[in-house]
């Protein structure tokens, strides 16, 4: 049990009502719980996110646990059962998939390049969801011994002293914030691709309909990248997420156009 750090344990802590309980997901007897988990229909997180349960159901993933003949990933496999973390869009966890799919570089070795640069920078669901759910550019700013995301708090404040917003931050902006930022203590920024709404995240499809054009995302034009937007912590360590002009994140984008 790591109840005690999980987002739904700082729910109950702060006295949210709407947090689960033990009864919430075990029933009112503390049924084991492998008969509520276990089946596709019967998980007991979807009383409460219902919308996301929804779009698993027609996952790659829910259709073969419907189909009945492997072990896919339920809800609990890929967020734990007791010590859900706040979903982050700037950095999905592609290690809880890769215990599942250890092939990884097999699996992708023909068809790209050199998939560990793409491992580091595109998440698993930017190629697995189907073309039609939109992609954005993710700066993360990260303290560089902690490997934490920067304060929200902080990065705002150092704009404000620019007399600037986010909105505004283009390539000149970038360079003095990561600076500002540096100045404190050494900061690193990466660059992440991934699925815009954490909820379509859940639309895992067959492989045939991966993305498998590389202009998708390598050429300067690219669909995928109408937005950008910067990483950082909400007070709660929540990620907070707030769109910076788009062209602040092509350069590196379209280097190896
Ligand atoms: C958000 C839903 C949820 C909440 C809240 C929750 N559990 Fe669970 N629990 C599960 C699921 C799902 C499993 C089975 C999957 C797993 O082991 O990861 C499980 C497994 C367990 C197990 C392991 C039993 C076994 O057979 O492996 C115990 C013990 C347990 N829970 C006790 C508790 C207690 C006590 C609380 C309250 C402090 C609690 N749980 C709160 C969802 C929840
Ligand atoms: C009794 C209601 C309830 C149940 C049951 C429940 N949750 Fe939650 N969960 C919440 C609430 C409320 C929040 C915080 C508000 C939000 O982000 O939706 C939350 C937040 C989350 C988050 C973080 C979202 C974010 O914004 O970062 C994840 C992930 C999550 N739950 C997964 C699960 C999983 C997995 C289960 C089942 C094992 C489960 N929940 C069961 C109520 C519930
Ligand atoms: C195959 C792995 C996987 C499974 C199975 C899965 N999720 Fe997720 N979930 C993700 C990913 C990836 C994200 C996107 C955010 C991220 O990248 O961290 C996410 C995000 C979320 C969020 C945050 C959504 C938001 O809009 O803020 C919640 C809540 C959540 N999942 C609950 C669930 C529930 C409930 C189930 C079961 C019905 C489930 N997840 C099944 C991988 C999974
Ligand atoms: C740049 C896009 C891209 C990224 C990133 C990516 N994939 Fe793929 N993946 C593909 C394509 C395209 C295929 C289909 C390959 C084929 O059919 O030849 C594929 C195939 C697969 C397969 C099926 C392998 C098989 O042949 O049975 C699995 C499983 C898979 N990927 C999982 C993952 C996981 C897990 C990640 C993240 C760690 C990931 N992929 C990241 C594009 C990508
Ligand atoms: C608990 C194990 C588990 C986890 C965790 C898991 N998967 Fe899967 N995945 C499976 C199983 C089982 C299948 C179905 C295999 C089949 O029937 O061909 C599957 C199927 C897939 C397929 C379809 C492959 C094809 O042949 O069309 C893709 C793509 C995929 N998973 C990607 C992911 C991604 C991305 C993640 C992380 C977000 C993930 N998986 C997490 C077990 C897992
Ligand atoms: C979902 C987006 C996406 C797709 C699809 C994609 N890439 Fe990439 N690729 C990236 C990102 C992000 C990087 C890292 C940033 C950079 O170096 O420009 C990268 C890096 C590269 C690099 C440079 C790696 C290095 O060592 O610096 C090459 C070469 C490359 N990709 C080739 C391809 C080819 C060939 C395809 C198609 C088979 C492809 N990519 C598909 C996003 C993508």
Redesign the pocket.
């Known amino acids: 049990m790591k109840a005690k750090d999980s987002i739904h344990a700082d729910l109950l802590a702060k006295g949210d009502q709407r947090a689960p309980g033990c009864s919430d997901c075990h029933g009112a007897h503390q049924i084991g719980p492998g008969a509520l988990a276990n089946t596709l229909d019967g998980v007991p997180c979807r009383k409460c996110h219902e919308e996301i349960y929804d779009a698993f159901r027609t996952s790659?993933?829910g259709m073969?646990k419907k189909a009945g003949?492997?072990?896919?990933?339920l809800c609990a496999?890929?967020h734990n059962a007791h010590d859900v973390k706040p979903a982050m869009a700037s950095r999905s966890?592609?290690d809880?998939?890769l215990?599942?799919?250890p092939s990884y570089e097999a699996d992708h070795g023909q068809r790209l390049p050199n998939p560990k640069a793409h491992l580091e920078m595109v998440a698993?669901?930017a190629c697995?969801v189907p073309l039609d759910y939109k992609r954005s550019i993710y700066l993360r700013f990260t303290d560089a011994a902690t490997g934490k995301l920067v304060r929200d708090s902080e990065m705002t404040a150092l704009l404000k002293a620019r007399g600037v917003t986010a909105k505004q931050i283009g390539p000149k902006e970038l360079w003095q914030l990561y600076r500002d930022l540096n100045a404190a203590r050494p900061v690193d920024v990466a660059v992440a691709v991934s699925i815009d709404d954490r909820l379509n995240a859940h639309y895992?499809a067959?492989?045939d309909i991966?993305v498998k054009q590389c202009e998708a995302c390598h050429s300067a034009d690219s669909s995928f990248f109408k937005a950008a937007a910067a990483a950082t912590a909400g007070p709660d360590g929540q990620e907070v997420l707030q769109d910076i002009d788009r062209r602040s994140s092509v350069p590196c984008m379209v280097r190896s156009c």
């Open positions: 790659v993933h073969a003949t492997t072990q896919p990933p496999a890929c966890p592609r809880m998939c215990t599942c799919h698993c669901t697995h895992l067959p492989k991966a």
